[in-house]
């Protein structure tokens, strides 16, 4: 089965001229729309492609990679606005439309706002500034430590508010971000604690000791490199030890903690130094 506003696994069914057609047993043939592809395909051959309605109401196939699929929650450009609604760059052929009344405000061409894709009841597939509707508060069923895929979508006085797995709200506390993080950006995050309203807390590190000590680790290699002495200590901003070591302030010093302890380190204000 093809499915519609999704990457799938095809077969080159059909060649006829400059023209190649996909496809999958028991499903209809699909026109490769991309004018130059990539490598020359033979019968039979698999090829990775994203379907979507063009626009004559048809399948067709691109090897573009989109910015979002169906199911996705995603931070994308208006391209522009007609009388049926605005037009959103999504890295396909065919632009995305956001019909007007599946928006919240009057959206402008040149400006990104947070839509969800989903496909009508026609299998056309659209966008809604609506996102309420597909998020939930509330997630009991996840657990703390689990990875998740995070999407910024707001700034508040606590901290970000992120999506969490397209599916549901969750938080990041300002103890918790140690870089800059901007409206749309996609990354990577854990389950801090699922609360007892079941609201979730978000971090951007695996919680727990797991990660300490390959940290550790990391931290006497580059004490090594620079003859035992490194100008991040106990008081360095957050700031410095991301850019550094690419974690929170509080996993370094967890780190350290666990390195002088073992009696290897000598920890100052602003820089540790091998015994």
């Keep these: 089965m093809i499915n519609i506003g999704k990457i799938n696994q095809l077969k080159v069914v059909k060649?006829?001229?400059p023209n190649i057609y996909l496809g999958l047993p028991g499903s209809?043939?699909?026109l490769l729309t991309d004018k130059k592809p990539t490598k020359t395909y033979q019968?039979?051959?698999?090829?990775?492609?994203?379907?979507?309605?063009?626009?004559?109401?048809?399948?067709?196939?691109?090897?573009?990679?989109p910015l979002a699929e169906v199911g996705d929650i995603a931070w994308l450009k208006v391209a522009a606005v007609n009388y049926y609604g605005a037009f959103l760059d999504w890295g396909v052929p065919k632009d995305l439309l956001v019909p007007f009344n599946e928006q919240t405000c009057e959206m402008k061409p040149g400006r990104s706002y947070l839509v969800k894709l989903f496909t009508d009841s026609k299998d056309r597939i659209v966008a809604t500034t609506k996102i309420e509707r597909f998020l939930s508060d509330e997630g009991?069923?996840?657990k703390t430590g689990q990875q998740v895929s995070l999407l910024i979508a707001d700034h508040t006085e606590m901290g970000a508010k992120a999506i969490v797995d397209n599916t549901h709200w969750g938080m990041?506390?300002?103890?918790?971000?140690?870089r800059p993080l901007r409206k749309g950006q996609k990354m990577t995050g854990y389950i801090k604690k699922v609360?007892?309203?079941?609201?979730?807390?978000?971090?951007?590190?695996?919680p727990g000791y797991g990660k300490i000590e390959p940290l550790a680790d990391q931290i006497l290699a580059e004490l090594?490199?620079?003859?035992?002495?490194?100008?991040?200590?106990?008081k360095s901003p957050p700031e410095a030890v991301y850019a550094t070591f690419g974690v929170s302030k509080k996993a370094f010093k967890q780190a350290i903690g666990a390195l002088y302890k073992k009696q290897l380190i000598v920890i100052e204000d602003d820089s540790i130094r091998l015994i």
């Design 195 to 206: 609360r007892d309203d079941h609201k979730l807390d978000l971090t951007l590190h695996e």
């Design 172 to 178: 990041l506390y300002q103890n918790e971000i140690f």
């Design 15 to 17: 060649q006829q001229g």
């Design 140 to 142: 009991p069923d996840f």
């Design 224 to 234: 090594d490199k620079n003859n035992g002495v490194l100008t991040l200590g106990d």
């Design 43 to 65: 019968m039979g051959d698999s090829v990775t492609a994203f379907v979507y309605i063009d626009g004559e109401g048809h399948l067709a196939a691109t090897l573009q990679t």
């Design 28 to 30: 209809p043939m699909v």
